[in-house]
């Protein structure tokens, strides 16, 4: 049944691109990913070059890959990248599960299939697909990291992998290092300055031009005011700021995010809830970075193993209520078929729907403007939850007076279900 479930799933996706090749199976970013790697090989300039009128924007060891990427066929590269994104899917969704304390067995392998099979139909994971990005890949690599107990010896060279092919995963060595595990954190570093060390060896002018400076060159990446930059940035922006007061806006939002983000990390650790401080902090990097687009946001994968980790120890257990947050989740963020579609119905994320043209003004323009930016407003909604719910968990409650010399009852920290 869990064979065939994956199956489908995996099935529905392969009939698409057999049905809609040219819209999603198209790989753009792929494309430029193997023209970068050609380049590599016949010696051009990596970051002063352009291909198809982009710049490469990933790291020189991301460049080294990228080469060997280049061997293959571009029709090669296609099938290869999606294997391996699918495969990381899976790898991610099973990571999820056991980092949000739910034992092996029959139960935890039926709920990351699921997990999978959904996730393989949430947009980002789409678009990833669509486009040929590596984020799912990145992903799965943070995910096995923390998967790992804290003793094991290897621990953070996943993390300083994908650091190496894209620098916004070391944010997670800042987590490590704020949790105080400071072994994975040497790792991850190490791990990162040995990639360095192999690019300088190898594309030593690359090395020098993107290390001093262009690794901070937000622009190269695109338009930070582009509808599809769901950053607090693009928030911002959509909703008119300009020039400087939009940076200065953006740079104080940025640093209350960061702020609380990393404390609710931090606690979500100390509760022993390590997805949710990996969630926050995944969440908190995507919304201060400059971009994040929305293949970025594969994280709402995980989020769901997350979700029904809280559901299920949820003190509104026997509600039905607490199914909500799940639920709502999976409707705004999975792909259905588009509304009004005269071929077969496309099956497109919330974000790309076209509203209703019958509706009043106002009402068009509110729905506009949430659509708009759905992705940094649900992770601003939920970093308030987790806040809240940190701050709440923390809070000394007013206890009855001692009797006879007995301490006061303390009460329970709510803990992840771990059945």
């Known amino acids: 049944m869990l064979l065939a479930a994956a199956t489908l799933s995996i099935a529905l996706w392969a009939l698409q691109v057999w049905h809609w090749p040219a819209v999603k199976y198209f ?14 090989i016949a010696g051009g300039s990596l970051y002063q070059d352009r291909f198809l009128d982009h710049p490469f924007t990933y790291t020189p060891f991301a460049g080294i890959l990228c080469a060997g990427l280049s061997l293959m066929s571009m029709e090669s590269a296609r099938l290869f990248l999606a294997t391996v994104t699918i495969g990381c899917l ?35 994971v789409q678009d990833n697909l669509t486009f040929g990005q590596v984020n799912v890949v990145l992903m799965a690599l943070v995910l096995l990291d923390f998967a790992l107990p804290d003793s094991f010896p290897g621990k953070g ?38 990639t360095m ?26 338009d930070r005011l582009n509808s599809g930059n769901q950053s607090l940035y693009g928030l ?46 995944a969440l908190t990097a995507l919304l201060v970075s400059p971009i994040s687009w929305i293949h970025h946001w594969v994280w709402m994968t995980p989020l769901l193993a997350w979700l029904l980790a809280r559901t299920e120890s949820s003190r509104l257990a026997g509600r039905r209520s607490r199914w909500l947050p799940l639920c709502l989740t999976v409707v705004l963020f999975e792909c259905w078929p588009q509304p009004g579609s005269q071929d077969w119905p496309m099956p497109l994320g919330a974000f790309h729907w076209h509203l209703d043209n019958t509706s009043t003004l106002w009402t068009r323009q509110l729905l ?39 301490p006061p009852e303390r009460s329970p920290v709510p803990e992840l279900s771990r059945r």
């Open 27 to 40: 790989m753009f970013d792929l494309n430029i990913y193997h023209q970068a790697g050609a380049d590599v």
């Open 90 to 124: 899976g790898v991610a969704a099973f990571c999820s599960v056991r980092v949000a304390g739910i034992r092996p067995g029959r139960r935890a392998t039926t709920v990351a299939v699921a997990i999978g099979a959904i996730g393989l139909w949430s947009e980002p």
């Open 157 to 194: 060279v996943a993390i300083g992998l994908a650091t190496a092919i894209k620098l916004t995963p070391g944010l997670f060595v800042v987590y490590l290092l704020m949790t105080r595990r400071f072994r994975p954190a040497a790792t991850s570093s190490v791990t990162m300055a040995a």
């Open 197 to 222: 060390a192999l690019g300088f060896l190898v594309l030593p002018a690359d090395s020098s031009r993107y290390w001093s400076g262009i690794f901070a060159d937000s622009g190269r990446v695109g």
């Open 236 to 281: 911002l922006g959509h909703l008119g700021l300009t020039g400087a007061v939009l940076t200065t806006c953006w740079l104080l939002c940025a640093a209350l995010v960061g702020y609380f983000g990393s404390r609710a990390a931090i606690r979500s650790y100390r509760r022993a809830d390590e997805l949710g401080g990996v969630l926050v902090c």
């Open 368 to 406: 506009l403007a949430v659509q708009q930016n759905m992705y940094a407003l649900f992770a601003i909604l939920v970093l308030i939850v987790v806040v809240r719910a940190d701050r709440r968990a923390t809070r000394p409650e007013t206890s009855p007076p001692r009797q006879n010399g007995a």
